[in-house]
């Protein structure tokens, strides 16, 4: 205690000795001359701007670590809230049911057989039998099948392609091709293509591909990139 009062005797006597030294410089003295031949109202308004301007050199420290504290606390309490609503959303999710996959068009090959035998279409006029190749169609997975199929009237072909449409809900006529046949051209050449379309499967329910997981990421990465 007593170090700590000597330091301050000491740090006040040398604040008074340098006072002192500047008092009796020529500037100062020039200074002063000049600031007392001024009229008195100049006198008080410097007087009052220097008072102003050392009050605002005081505070303007806290007062700008006060400005930074509510800007923090108005981001924190934005993320807050965003994450309370992504969480939300996650229960939601979690909490509805999950949709079944449908079934791809190639796996009903036998019941799509039936229905054209059903439709008396004769083996020898299924020239073409094939699975399509996969696409993503607006995030989502095509799959499908084809025939093309000889010597069918434009009635045969529209209720073969609504009888293979509807072996599932889920199955569409995504093409149906008519050419005509030379030798008949009251009869045709018929290309069906049945597609499904399956959602595809996210990486969301991997280990560490969860939303929380990736919020995380993110608050990381953003640490890391303000530390550096």
């Known amino acids: 205690m007593d170090a700590l009062k000597n330091f301050f005797e000491s740090l006040k006597e040398k604040l008074k000795a340098a006072w002192a030294e500047q008092q009796e410089s020529e500037l100062f003295i020039s200074t002063k001359e000049k600031f007392e031949a001024l009229p008195v109202a100049a006198q008080k308004a410097i007087t009052v701007s220097g008072l102003f301007f050392l009050i605002l050199l005081i505070l303007w420290w806290p007062l700008s670590n ?3 504290s509510m800007d923090f606390n108005g981001k924190f309490d934005d993320r807050r809230q ?3 609503e992504l969480l939300k959303i996650e229960r939601d999710l979690a909490s509805q049911p999950n949709m079944p996959m449908p079934p791809a068009p190639s796996s009903m090959k036998v019941q799509f057989d039936q229905k054209i035998t059903g439709a008396g279409v004769k ?3 299924v ?5 399509m190749p996969q696409q993503n169609v607006g995030g989502a997975e095509q799959r499908g099948f084809q025939y093309r199929i ?5 009635r045969q072909a529209l209720d073969l392609s609504y009888e293979l449409e509807h072996t599932d809900p889920s199955f569409k006529v995504a093409g149906l091709e008519l050419a005509a046949e030379p030798q008949d051209p009251h ?29 995380k990421k993110k608050s990381g ?3 890391e990139d303000n530390a550096e």
């Open 127 to 131: 020239k073409e039998q094939s699975e």
């Open 187 to 215: 009869f045709y050449v018929v290309g069906i293509k049945i597609v499904s379309f399956a959602p595809k499967v996210a990486d969301a329910g991997a280990p560490g591909r969860g939303l929380i997981d990736v919020i």
């Open 123 to 125: 083996p020898e006029q």
């Open 66 to 68: 006060f400005l930074d």
């Open 82 to 84: 965003t994450l309370k």
């Open 150 to 154: 000889t010597h069918l009237t434009v």
């Open 221 to 223: 990465a953003k640490a």
